[in-house]
C-alpha cells in the first residue's frame, strides 16, 4: 500500500504513524473493524511450540482489543 495503490485492513499498531504522516489515508475515516485471530499449531508438534506459544498469547493480550 505504500509503494502505490492498494487498500487493505491493517492494526492501526503497524500503520499509526503511516497515518499521521499522511502516507496512508482511512477510506472510512474512524470506522473500526473487530476480527476474531486464531493461533493454529500441530499438536503433534505442541510441546516444541509451548514457548512461542505462550509468547503469542502474551503479547496478543497486551496488545490486542478483545471483543
Do not use: C, F, N, S
Request: hydrophobic share 55%; charged share 15%.
Amino acid at each position: 500500500m505504500l509503494a502505490g495503490l492498494g487498500w487493505g485492513m491493517q492494526p492501526l499498531a503497524l500503520i499509526g504513524a503511516h497515518l499521521g504522516d499522511g502516507r496512508l489515508v482511512e477510506l472510512k475515516p474512524g470506522h473500526r473493524l473487530t476480527v476474531a485471530l486464531h493461533w493454529q499449531y500441530a499438536r503433534l508438534e505442541a510441546r516444541l511450540l509451548a514457548g512461542l506459544t505462550e509468547a503469542v498469547r502474551r503479547a496478543a493480550a497486551a496488545a490486542l482489543v478483545v471483543p
